[in-house]
Nanobody, 127 residues
Framework: QVQLVESGGGLVQAGDSLRLSCAASGRTFTNYAMSWFRQAPGKEREFVAGIRWSGGITTYADSVKGRFTISRDNAKNTVYLQMNSLKPEDTAVYYC????????????????????WGQGTQVTVSS
């Protein structure tokens, strides 16, 4: 049974930083992509950043490029999202997700590609 557990959300001011964590368990994630999505009130859930567990290839949404960094710790089976220079528009529930991807370099960006999801963690950025 795959489990993804997010942590690290909170209330911060604009310009501050936060680091989200996603602890993954239940299988070996070598041929998986791990991604962060977010959903603001009244909006669709959107892709934020993704990483291939094997090889560490990363990809980002344009809205967070240069401010957010996704990484993984193989020993801890944990994926991180370092968020710097936070803006009020970053306010959302952030979800960790896992997708089986096989070989190659591609990191999926569509929700329907991800079979496993965490419960979400709230990030609120005040102006």
């Amino acid at each position: 049974q795959v489990q993804l557990v997010e942590s690290g959300g909170g209330l911060v001011q604009a310009g501050d930083s936060l680091r989200l964590s996603c602890a993954a368990s239940g299988r070996t994630f070598t041929n998986y992509a791990m991604s962060w999505f977010r959903q603001a009130p009244g909006k669709e859930r959107e892709f934020v950043a993704g990483i291939r567990w094997s090889g560490g290839i990363t990809t980002y949404a344009d809205s967070v490029k240069g401010r957010f960094t996704i990484s993984r710790d193989n020993a801890k089976n944990t994926v991180y999202l370092q968020m710097n220079s936070l803006k009020p528009e970053d306010t959302a529930v952030y979800y960790c997700a896992a997708a089986a991807v096989g070989g190659g370099w591609y990191v999926p960006r569509e929700r329907h590609d991800y079979a496993y999801w965490g419960q979400g963690t709230q990030v609120t950025v005040s102006s």
